[in-house]
Antibody, heavy 125, light 114 residues
């Protein structure tokens, strides 16, 4: 069965960076895109960006452009999301989610059918 | 970044139906996009419910009961999630989503089953 297992909770100081991981299993990693979505306490879901796990092409929300980097290690079936210059308002649960089928390098939209369990990132001085 | 507007809250009694809406901005035609719906309960990641494009192009998430269904109101540029035969377990937050070039989530509706 498809599983996305995320790394553990992090506590960071303002200005620091955090790098989260998302290990996939139960499917061929390179046949889907991987997205990162965050949710601040009591707030809405907020899409951050995604990566084509086949060719490594990535796309980011304008809100996070310049601060977020999504990468993959295909040999480990793992996606990573690094967020830099952390602010208090970056305190949130960060989810990875599988969506978008990859065929011949092209991503076709598909539902966010599988989600990781979430990683809480707390930014505190 | 477009904004999808969802009412912050809705309520209905067990056995009744709930109609949750997701209004797209005027410059994005609802007829053009799949509308995806997700359910989220406290402390859990979202769960994919269904997508709706048209009556002939729609899909249900794995294990999602048929009492969850989607539709569109083109005149209101709105996507709709209909939950019939409400059960207490349906109490949750519901998010709509579209995926034009970038992914956009709505603000979510908290459904209370009275």
């Amino acid at each position: 069965q498809v599983q996305l297992v995320q790394s553990g909770a992090e506590v960071k100081k303002p200005g620091a960076s955090v790098k989260l991981s998302c290990k996939a299993s139960g499917y061929t990693f390179t046949t889907y895109a991987m997205h990162w979505v965050r949710q601040a306490p009591g707030q809405r879901l907020e899409w951050m960006g995604w990566i084509n796990a086949d060719n490594g092409d990535s796309k980011y929300s304008q809100k996070f452009q310049g601060r977020v980097t999504i990468t993959t290690d295909t040999s480990a079936s793992t996606a990573y999301m690094e967020l830099s210059s952390l602010r208090f308002e970056d305190t949130a649960v960060y989810y990875c989610a599988r969506a978008g089928t990859v065929t011949a390098g092209t991503v076709t939209t598909s539902p966010f059918g599988y989600w990781g369990q979430g990683t809480l990132v707390t930014v505190s001085s | 970044q477009p904004v999808l507007t969802q009412p912050p809250s809705s309520s209905a009694s067990p056995g009744e139906s709930a109609r949750l809406t997701c209004t797209l901005p005027s410059d994005i035609n609802v007829a053009t996009y799949n509308i995806y719906w997700y359910q989220q309960k406290p402390g859990s990641p979202p769960r994919y419910l269904l997508y709706y494009y048209s009556d002939s192009d729609q899909g249900q998430g794995s294990g999602v009961p048929s009492r969850f269904s989607g539709s569109k109101d083109a005149s209101a540029n709105t996507g709709i999630l209909l939950i019939s035969g409400l059960q207490s377990e349906d109490e949750a937050d519901y998010y709509c989503m579209i995926w034009p070039s970038n992914v956009v989530f709505g603000g979510g509706t908290k459904l209370t089953v009275l």
